[in-house]
């Protein structure tokens, strides 16, 4: 895990005011009642919860989650699973793709270091070569240890078939293509059919409620008659998993989806937040920021210190957050290493020189691998004290 600097470790119980600009924080308070609240959804509806890593990339925050009710994490690649793994979380399910047969070694090579803690590794599959290959990167993992004399030769791979729900990324078109794969999946001694993978991406960030449901709908029936075709050839379907933060409830009330994906719900970026609430969903608060100061104050607009190296800007730009007696900024894009404040609304008022401010990302996952560390804050971001320092452990960790 990252080794963080000295003056960072010494912030902690200092007051947020003495944290420098620009810095990730997370509202702990916030981040803690969100995580709350799809606790509580998931108990309530009989759903596992395995909430996306690529979020935070933190080893800590997702032990968090798992203290807090979730089965284990998913992550996109390989090398976040080796960091999740290698933190001591060996509950870890690569939602992606992976054909490179270096990448599948060190696969084969993770579900190795989970089976002494009685861990589990799985991974999504959308081809004929990509259960093949990743068949012989576990015959050799295990030939390798036999060879050895090792005694935990014999694990195997959790395996989900990936089918496109609608989203047109990877996915084999669910039905019958998706049910020859299962019985190539259990043709493997050292793969495991687990079920199907089954996420709608182009769902979660449609603005109507309505037509969320309507593409949900669309993915549930895909789902149904791909579990129909299992049943018909003799192969129990499995868990089926997918959902993220703007569908989870559609997902999970479906009666077909046994755990959901959602990440984004624990820090909530401005895109999520924007988009019309799921009635059946929590409401899930901002949690994190980006703290920044006026450094400039021209006649109509001031200057702060966070550009796009401190936040992404794919979803848009990032919102400034108005505490209650604040008149209202509006954010313009600066460039890399500013930003452009103006009064929103025809207001005239501008913050001060020196003034601190907090931003809302427009998209937190990219965010989050901007920064080395998310300073964890409680008490509020006015007068809170920082609480705890979480190194972005998986910050770069693309392979
Ligand atoms: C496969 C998969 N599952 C789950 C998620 C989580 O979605 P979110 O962070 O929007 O909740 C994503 C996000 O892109 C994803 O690609």
Not at 312 to 325: E, K, T, Y
């Amino acid at each position: 895990m990252t080794t963080l600097p000295a003056h960072l470790s010494e912030l902690i119980g200092k007051p947020v005011h003495d944290i420098d600009t620009p810095a990730l924080v997370i509202d702990l308070d916030a981040m803690k009642r969100n995580l709350v609240r799809m606790a509580d959804f998931a108990r309530k509806h009989r759903v596992r919860w395995r909430p996306h890593a690529k979020l935070h990339k933190s080893v800590h925050l997702a032990k968090l989650q798992m203290k807090a009710g979730a089965v284990g994490v998913c992550v996109q690649k390989t090398a976040e699973a080796e960091v999740m793994v290698a933190g001591g979380v060996h509950d870890v399910y690569i939602s992606n793709q992976v054909v490179a047969p270096a990448k599948l070694a060190r696969v084969a090579a993770l579900t190795q270091a989970v089976a002494p803690h009685g861990g589990q590794i799985a991974i999504a599959v959308d081809s004929l070569e990509g259960v093949e290959r990743l068949a012989l990167a576990m015959t050799e993992a295990r030939t390798r240890l036999r060879a050895a004399g090792l005694p935990n030769a014999a694990t195997v791979i959790d395996v989900f078939v990936e089918i496109d729900v609608g989203q047109g990324r990877c996915g084999v078109e669910p039905g019958p293509a998706a049910a020859a794969l299962a019985l190539e999946i259990r043709k493997h001694p050292a793969l495991r059919f687990a079920g199907l993978q089954a996420y709608q991406g182009q769902a979660q960030h449609l603005p109507s409620a309505l037509a969320r449901r309507m593409a949900s709908a669309s993915a549930v029936k895909l789902v149904e008659l791909t579990c129909q075709l299992l049943k018909a050839q003799g192969i129990a379907p499995g868990l089926v998993t997918g959902a993220g933060t703007g569908s989870f409830a559609l997902e999970a009330a479906s009666g077909l989806y046994g755990e959901l994906q959602a990440g984004s719900f624990m820090f909530m970026d401005v895109d999520y937040a924007r988009n019309e609430r799921e009635p059946a969903q929590p409401q899930f608060e901002h949690a994190l920021f980006v703290k920044t100061q006026v450094i400039s104050l021209q006649a109509n607009h001031a200057v702060c210190d966070a550009g796009h190296k401190s936040h992404a800007i794919d979803s848009g730009l990032p919102r400034v957050h108005a505490f209650d007696s604040q008149s209202e900024l509006e954010y313009f894009n600066g460039g890399d290493e500013h930003g452009i404040l103006r009064a929103a609304d025809g207001g005239t008022r501008l913050p001060k020189l020196g003034r601190m401010l907090w931003l809302i990302p427009g998209h937190c996952d990219p965010t989050v691998n901007l920064h080395d560390v998310m300073i964890g804050v409680t008490g509020g971001l006015r007068h809170g004290t920082v609480h705890a320092l979480y190194p972005v452990d998986a910050r770069g960790a693309m392979t």
